[in-house]
């Protein structure tokens, strides 16, 4: 008989298991943390019982609720946490387990940013003045999003919209508009370009010098050739720190040339920025307090989990004309703007709340020591890259990412042989690094973000590199 055409029994009660599935769930959470706190031998295995029960079908009633969390508690503990410290293979968040408690408490109220929401309004502002103060951006607004891709289409439709006034009615059919960014700029502008309805032919990937950063004099041609051919500048987007090499685009040049030609400056910082703030790779985001906007994603050198991207923009107008909007179900306190007719997000969870306690609790001068670690650990990595003969440096970083293969004499093909050696890598479990290509040569490539990644860990890193790679060579 189907279940759904059973009569309703009596409404269950869910409160009397609160104190227990929050018990629970802090014994679990602690144990992740404390696993957290130095690397393991290996990656643990998910294990075949616990895959049969994963396969298992629709629950009709309900279970032991200590079986459950112990179940999940497994579940992630066999799955690839960023916040391992050897896990290098991507720009991962790290867990601080203050902003967890921040997550935790953000999912228990429930508030939702898209209308009034009182003081928890309040306190998104508040974070995000300390996030613009943080890295040196003079935001007139700003707001959280779910991450970079949210992030810089948000930005990219603010400047669509004074590019080309009323084109969220009208559409863009009109005329031609136009992107300019690097040729390692991220896939999402791509993306936010197709949906901004520009298309994706409207990017122009523009040549990157030696360091990998967009050339600021290719971008004056293309320009003055768009100009000439009436098309529309929409946006510049520089990066600060691409994806794959970590490499920061020259800012302040760039600034010169969009305030020449009045076209808006957008900086996708989602991984680099936060690195603004410390005294060594400060000087790299020169201007950054001239761009018209900067979006950077908190949940990846700042420690919090996923998911939390700040986005800052300085004329809080241009947010208005590109999201404002009024209905009836959603009315204006006094004229004044609801939180989302400055953002494309309806459905807007407290994401600030974790950022704010990260602050609060450990202060801007802790997280910048953070940062800097991250820079160290990655000139630590490469001083061994450089003093091994049987490796090779791609790129050498200018943030924390670091590019680089194994050599060893004798191998025919070195991009198969690298590659094998992620695969070799990842499946040995102790260090977590991803393959990679640059200039059309295969690497490993890993990224420096994790507070928990200690020098001792970066020369075990380099170590299992050498000793896997011996085995395959």
Known sequence: MDQRSKAPGPAPDAAPQRAELLGLAAKAMNA???????????????????????????????????????????????SISPARPLNLAYVGSTGLATATVGDALAATYDVNLAAHSAAAAILEAQTSRWTAE????????????????????????????RAMPGSRVSGVSAQAGALYCSGEAHQSIIRAAEVAGLGSESVRRLPIDSERRLVPEALERALEQDLAAGVNPVAVIATAGTTLTGAVDPIADLVAICERRSVWLHVDGAYGLPAAATPSAAPLFAGIDRVDSATLDAHKWLGVPKSCSVLLVQDEEVLQAAFGHREKYLLHREDAPNPVDHTLEYSRPMRSLKLWLVFRVHGAAALRVWIQRGID???????LIDADPAFQMLHRPMLSTVCFRHTPPGVADLDAHNLRLARAIQADGRVYLAPATIDDRACLRGCFVNFRTTPEDVRLAVAVARELGELLA
């Open 134 to 161: 943080f890295i040196g951006h003079p935001r007139a607004c700003g707001g959280f999003t779910s991450g970079g891709q949210i992030s810089n289409l948000s930005a990219i439709l603010a400047a669509r919209e």
């Open 32 to 78: 992740a943390w404390s696993s957290f706190d130095r690397a393991r031998p290996r990656e643990s295995v998910l294990d075949e019982d616990l895959l049969g029960r994963l396969a298992g079908a629709l629950p009709e009633d309900g279970g032991d609720p200590a079986d459950a969390i112990e179940d999940a508690a497994r579940v992630l503990d066999a």
């Open 377 to 383: 650990n990655a000139r630590l990595f490469t001083s």
